[in-house]
């Protein structure tokens, strides 16, 4: 057959691997990241120009970590599909291969 096309299930099994790697750095960045602006406590001051500040930077400080948080999840789910992924082509090419097979 020209032009035809191949699967191997086990390089869907080994970037899932990765993705998985990826999400644990990003929930540990999203925990270092939280921790370090927990740390940092009350950084704008309680002046009016402080809170000024504060009322514009603290939402956004968490816009940011919880986006992080997200991606962390969306990372992991993404391992988790290459992982189906792979055992759907496996079971597909089973199936194919017939009850001989």
Known sequence: MTGAFG???EDLEAAAAQFDEAGRIAVEAAA???SALAGLGDVAGDDEQGRTFAAQYDPKAAEGVTAIGREATGLGSLGGAL???AADYRAGDTGALGPEG
């Open 7 to 9: 699967t191997r299930p």
């Open 83 to 85: 992982r189906a992924t």
């Open 32 to 34: 270092a990241l939280r």
